[in-house]
């Protein structure tokens, strides 16, 4: 279609289209999440349950893999290490225990061998009460030379590790009398909290999709009670992106927020349980710590939190764009 | 610059609102669209706007039939054009400023040009110095002129106006109308819906008359 030759000329496009495009990215960006973060305050309310809901949900699953880390640390406690008693003939001289000692500390399992010879278990004994008389009754030392030996701990995580192999192989030298294996609880342990593990990520698995549904509800609200307003920019050439983005933004602080809220909460229950913990460790003889949450834990939950927050927010809006597609009729 | 090519429009309803319209208006046109009520003067606008699609025949803008736009494209396409409706669609939980700013907002303009823009356009409709006040607070021809400087601050090139003066007193009817011939001095192609017609033959503008089809 031709101009009409009139002086009129089309008035100059808006002045956007002719700026660059990174500043109206940025514009469009620092708009959204001003606007976002004014709805957050706009009804503080619903706003606190929505974060205290978040963050509830995402506690548990956070404080049961604290929970399961601690345990771990547990497990892996040197003083705590699962140990091999070798219980040698009583014919075998000290002389052979200390050889045969100095063979063993050379396998590939063996970290370390200690021998405890039968005068030193014998002094061991007379120290524990009510023995020391039993004793004086014998006429000679009834206790064997005996070996102790520390496995090395990587080969314990190993659940295939041949613990009966081991046995058989110990058994074997002529000097032992009997093994004793004391590694079965570690393994058995370990397999514990490997189900644990499962069980953790299925509770957060789905607790996460709780934040999923509470952030999306939550959106979804906001929604319906900004249809008209989503209906006018619509009218004015919004796109679906941008009506999209001040929703994600508000997806994402809640998210986020949410997050930070449930750090909190566990830290305060960490506090609670950190003085009893210490003092049963100490009940122990163990100077057991109870771990808290490290600098890259934290990061890992915002990071989820707010991704989660992402999630539920794009699915409440692409829901609603996509209904109203075609229904922004006057 | 607008072409209606045999177009007909009938709802789901069953309702027949335009029956083969031809119609050409050339750029930096001003033409009123009169009519009864139910005349099809609101869908003849909504048409243009891509608010309607029509069930025959086509539209085109610049020699481009609007059946051609993609969906993507309408958003881009609908920034060109200022709509005024008969009621003024305000947003109610924000400022006279920040309604007015909203099309530059989501064209993603700067902070001080859409300042100066919004001032501009508040200035033209004669509302300088009410940025902060809030649409409830407005009379109907405040709120009418608040949706008028919105449909403007983005220098559209295709202004529609459907009923812009349906709530107001003639003197100011007369001055809005005079308003939208201002902008059509400056280029843009306008298209006003009214059934008003003493304010219609006092603008000596094309006048297109619509008859109710039956």
């Known amino acids: 279609m031709a101009n009409p030759s009139n002086k009129k000329t089309a008035p100059k496009r808006n002045a956007a289209s002719t700026t660059n495009p990174l500043s109206v990215w940025w514009n469009q960006q620092a708009s959204a999440i001003k ?3 004014e709805r957050l305050w706009f009804n503080p309310v619903s706003t606190w349950i929505t974060l205290a809901a978040i963050a509830i949900a995402l506690s548990l699953p956070t404080s049961l893999h604290l929970l399961l880390k601690n345990m771990q640390t547990l497990t892996a406690d040197k003083r705590e290490v699962p140990t091999i008693t070798l219980f040698l003939k009583q014919s075998v001289a000290e002389q052979q225990a200390k050889d045969r000692a100095e063979l063993l500390s050379e ?15 014998l002094a061991d004994f007379r120290k524990i009460t009510g023995f020391a008389q039993t004793l004086e009754t014998l006429d000679e030392n009834p206790l064997p030379h005996v070996l102790i030996l520390t496995p090395r701990l990587s080969l314990l995580g190993d659940l295939e590790m041949d613990v009966e192999g081991l046995s058989k192989k110990l058994k074997a030298f002529p000097e032992v009398d009997d093994v004793q294996i004391d590694v079965e609880w570690v393994q058995r342990l370990r397999g514990i909290l490997r189900i644990a593990e499962r069980i953790v990520l299925v509770v957060s698995i789905l607790l996460g999709l709780t934040v999923l549904l509470v952030v999306g509800n939550t959106i979804r609200l906001d929604i319906e009670n900004r249809k008209e307003e989503i209906r ?19 997806g ?13 909460i566990v830290h305060v229950a ?5 003085e009893p913990v210490t003092k049963l460790a100490n009940l122990y003889g163990s100077t057991f710590i109870l771990s808290g949450i490290d ?15 992402i999630i539920g927010s794009w699915l409440a809006v692409g829901r609603y764009l996509w209904q109203s597609d075609d229904a922004i009729k006057d | 610059m607008i072409e209606f090519k045999q177009v007909s429009k009938k709802y789901p309803t069953g309702q ?19 009519g009864h009520s139910g005349a099809g003067k609101s869908t003849l606008l909504k048409l243009v706007a891509m608010l309607e699609r029509p069930s025959k025949g086509e539209v085109l803008i610049g020699g481009r039939s609007l059946s051609k736009l993609g969906r993507g494209q309408i958003p881009n396409y609908r920034r060109r054009i200022g709509f005024i409706f008969q009621d003024p669609h305000l947003l109610y939980d924000r400022s006279v400023f920040d309604n007015i700013a909203l099309p530059l907002r989501i064209a993603g303009m700067g902070q001080s040009e859409t ?48 009923e812009p003066t349906g709530n107001l007193d003639p003197e100011l009817a007369q001055d809005i109308m005079f308003t939208f011939a201002q902008f059509n001095e400056l280029g843009a192609t306008v298209m006003i819906a009214s059934h008003d017609h003493g304010l219609v033959e006092r603008m000596k503008k094309r006048t297109i008359v619509l008859q109710k089809v039956d």
């Open chain 1, 35 to 37: 606007f976002s973060m």
């Open chain 1, 107 to 121: 396998m590939p399992e063996i970290d370390n061998v200690r021998v405890v010879t039968r005068e030193e278990a």
């Open chain 1, 232 to 250: 006018v920019t619509q009218l004015i050439g919004a796109t679906n992106a941008y009506i999209r983005r001040p929703f994600i933004y508000n």
């Open chain 1, 252 to 264: 994402i602080w809640l998210g986020l927020f949410g997050g930070v809220l449930s750090l909190v």
């Open chain 1, 270 to 274: 960490l506090l609670f349980l950190v």
């Open chain 1, 295 to 309: 600098v890259f834990m934290t990061l890992k939950i915002l990071l989820a939190s707010s991704l989660l927050g």
């Open chain 2, 16 to 34: 027949l609102a335009l029956y083969n319209i031809n119609l050409t208006l050339e750029a930096g046109e001003m033409v009123f669209i009169t």
């Open chain 2, 115 to 162: 300042r100066r823009r919004v001032q501009a356009a508040l200035d033209k409709v004669g509302l300088t110095g009410r940025e902060t006040t809030f649409p409830l607070m407005l009379s109907a021809g405040e709120k009418q002129r608040v949706g008028i400087a919105r449909a403007m601050v983005n220098k559209p090139t295709i202004i529609l106006a459907d």
